[in-house]
């Protein structure tokens, strides 16, 4: 378990985290430490019949539920399912890349439109879905110890702060996740509700079966070269308990060896 710091807002018996985009990297390693740290932890995918989230469910206690986040009905039944199953939410996780095959490595003008729009949808579009309605909650929701109502983190992507060439679609869908999280950011944060824009400069290396950690285009990990989703895990947990006279709005993470 990650140890609070003395000035850290101490966490409420009632937390309630749900991460929205399932898979092994990060959305897997917020939800073990989420549970970890005694929170009721949800987590939705498009299939939340994958191995790893099965395995959240059987060792961690977390929820599997099925979500197109691309989709406002299915976004609103998600969050009426984890409000009936496990309460109001206090931490909400928006994890979700967004890219589709096709769309990677395509210049400006061989990128099909079709799915530049819907890398978008996957992305930006679903961020703010997932937003919208975490904000509708929590608006509601009674002041924890340290006064805050909770904490929406949009995990994003070097392509937030640059658009490289030959990523148009990924670079405007980073680019728009940014601009709606600071937006929330200053309409809810005087609300009592932390908003946190979080892009990640690296390949993410999460653990395979073997002990290693591998990014399935970069290899595997060497003398940490790779991002850790269990480190992003712990930023975002000192995220959601960071006392509100210093919020932090963007964290941006990357390897001690990154080249930026």
Known sequence: ????????????????????????????????????????????????????????????????????????????????????????????????????????????????????????RNSAFSAYLVGQHAARLMRENRPGPGGTKGTIIFTNASAALKGFPMSAAFAMACHAKSGLAQSMARELMPQGIHVANVPIDAAIGWTQEDGTRAHRLAGTTVDDNMADPDRIAETYLHLHRQHRSTWAFEVVLRPWVEKW
């Open 1 to 120: 378990m990650t140890q609070l710091d003395q000035h850290d807002t101490p966490p409420s018996v009632q937390d309630v985290a749900i991460i929205v985009g399932g898979g092994p990297g990060i959305s897997s390693s917020c939800a073990r430490l989420f549970a970890e740290n005694g929170m009721r932890v949800g987590i939705a995918a498009r299939n939340p019949e994958k191995s790893v989230l099965q395995n959240l469910e059987k060792t961690n206690g977390v929820r599997r539920y099925a979500c197109d986040a691309t989709e406002p009905a299915a976004v609103e039944l998600l969050f009426q399912s984890v409000v009936r199953d496990l309460g109001a939410p206090t931490l909400v996780v928006h994890n979700i890349d967004g890219r589709i095959p096709g769309i990677f490595r395509k210049g400006i003008t061989e990128a099909d439109p079709s799915m530049v729009l819907e890398t978008l």
